[in-house]
């Protein structure tokens, strides 16, 4: 990658949703996730110097170790400094509200904030009230962007393409704000997505989103090039949105008599953390058609990509 002049940044300045990337920006995050990836890979030092001087804040009003560990190696990596910020312990705890962590975090000179927020929007009000780069890292059940950007380079790695892949999305949609996002995504990046899940578990105004809807998981597994199964998020539901874990694995779940539905090069997909044995079987998450280590693997990639590109880093390879 050219390194580029000063204040340029033809990626713009935060990362709130995928609905601000159009197919050149979604496909430039990928490739430099590509090249950095390329660029580590003939070190012995996983590290490139391309964020020296910076400072990157973890800001997790949120439980995420996946996510926050993510995002603090990808920070280190690059060589940027970090401060994790957890809302637990902190004046937060306290009662200051998120404006004012906003300010306490702009008076250190933050160069950039990755938020993950129980409040669909924070990052949105964070980001008029700091002058560095904000990053959402998953805001209540609104969106997850940099899942949906690992979840497409997956895809890519895997199977060579994203135009006219078919790709289906099972289970809890409507608590999922990583569904919402991969929705988004993979639509600018010409895939077509199809949504299967109980009608209780469908979001209002579904009918809206850029795929096509179903209920029977059997009748959509022989057309789908990549299946990605949600984790059914209890900890959201006020309410019985299905009759019971048992029922729901019956039709929702996906084991090995699934799986063996699926076409010769398919892949099976999980955002994670799983609930083995009730939307996927053990014995699929660990199979060879899972990329659900290698979804984390890449994750690593794609986070220095988006801080390099909104930073502003230097050349990837020096």
């Known amino acids: 990658m050219s390194r580029r002049s000063e204040g340029t940044n033809e990626f713009g300045r935060h990362l709130l949703s995928v609905a601000d990337l159009d197919r050149q920006q979604a496909t430039l995050v990928l490739d430099t996730a590509a090249q950095i990836e390329a660029a580590l890979a003939g070190r012995e030092v996983k590290k490139l110097p391309t964020l020296r001087g910076r400072t990157v804040v973890n800001l997790f009003f949120e439980d995420s170790t996946r996510t926050r560990i993510s995002f603090e190696l990808a920070a280190k990596r690059l060589s940027a400094d970090v401060i ?9 705890s306290k009662g200051e509200s998120l404006k004012d962590t906003a300010l306490t975090l702009e008076a250190m000179g933050a160069d950039a904030v990755v938020v993950r927020h129980s409040m669909s929007g924070a990052p949105h009000r964070l980001a008029q009230w700091v002058r560095g780069s904000v990053i959402n890292a998953g805001d209540g059940t609104h969106e997850h962007p940099t899942q949906a950007l690992l979840d ?10 994203l135009e006219g892949l078919r790709v289906t999305i099972v289970g809890d949609v409507l608590h999922s704000r990583v569904a919402r996002s991969n929705v988004l995504l993979l639509s600018t990046l010409g895939a077509d997505v199809t949504l299967v ?9 579904v009918e809206t989103w850029p795929v096509e809807v179903g209920f029977d998981l059997d009748a959509s597994l022989p057309k789908a090039d990549v299946v990605m199964m949600l984790r059914v998020q209890r900890e959201r539901m006020a309410a019985s949105y299905f009759p019971s874990p048992r029922e ?22 999980h955002p994670g953390p799983m609930n083995r044995g009730m939307e996927i079987a053990a014995e ?31 050349e990837v390879s020096s």
Do not use: C, H, W
Not at 197 to 205: D, Y
Not at 257 to 269: E, K, P, Q, S
């Open 248 to 269: 729901y694995s019956r039709r929702y779940g996906l084991d090995a008599t699934r799986m063996a539905m699926l076409a010769d090069d398919a892949i099976v997909m």
């Open 197 to 205: 899940a109980p009608p209780t578990l469908l979001p209002v105004g």
């Open 284 to 314: 699929v998450a660990d199979s060879v058609r899972s990329t659900i280590v290698e979804q984390v693997r890449n994750g690593l990639s794609v986070r220095m990509a988006v801080l390099y590109l909104l930073l502003g880093g230097s």
């Open 84 to 92: 994790n910020f957890s809302a637990k312990g902190s004046s937060v």
């Open 152 to 161: 497409a380079y997956t895809m890519r790695s895997r199977l060579g393409r």
